[in-house]
């Protein structure tokens, strides 16, 4: 059982079933590994030990566990159906011109082609013409640079998302 001055969305996390609490973390990232570095470190007193885990579970994961993390994300402008973190995520598309839409889509489809993978980046706040510009930007870059931004994108992405899970005093 959790110390009672842990905060109840943590202690509700720290308290789940292992089975449950890795489906949790798999919303918030795609990749087994970092879920598995993150239950083993569990209980966590704070969210900051919590956002340490996850930050170090980040720098260890290999090419593979990236490309694992990275299957987990729609492209920007086109976010899952029916879920409604990918849509509050990308809200900075939802009222782009459709002529923004179509430059995103083919700057997805260009980085993709190049890299193997979706575009990704931390896309909460951001607007439609930010992140076209992001992938304008980094569509140059050489892979090992654009892996590693990438890595640090999906921190950022990681962290929001497990905030968003352990803060919540909901169930």
């Not at 439609?128 to 994108?153: L, S, Y």
Request: proline share 6%.
């Amino acid at each position: 059982m959790t110390s009672t001055s842990t905060p109840p969305g943590l202690a509700r996390f720290n308290d789940l079933e292992e089975s449950v609490a890795r489906a949790a973390l798999h919303e918030a990232c795609a990749s087994t590994a970092w879920a598995n570095r993150l239950l083993k470190a569990r209980p966590y007193a704070t969210a900051d030990e919590l956002y340490t885990a996850s930050d170090a579970a980040m720098t260890e994961l290999t090419a593979a566990d990236l490309a694992e993390a990275m299957a987990g994300h729609p492209p920007i402008g086109r976010p899952k159906p029916g879920d409604p973190t990918s849509a509050r995520e990308q809200r900075g598309m939802a009222d782009a011109s459709e002529e923004l839409k179509a430059r995103m889509l083919e700057l997805n489809l260009a980085y993709q082609e190049k890299f193997g993978h979706v575009f990704l980046i931390c896309a909460t706040g951001r607007t439609g013409e930010q992140m076209r510009d992001a992938v304008e930007e980094r569509i140059g870059n050489p892979p090992e640079k654009e892996r590693e931004i990438v890595r640090t994108e999906l921190g950022k992405i990681n962290r929001i998302r497990l905030g968003n899970l352990v803060e919540d005093d909901q169930a």
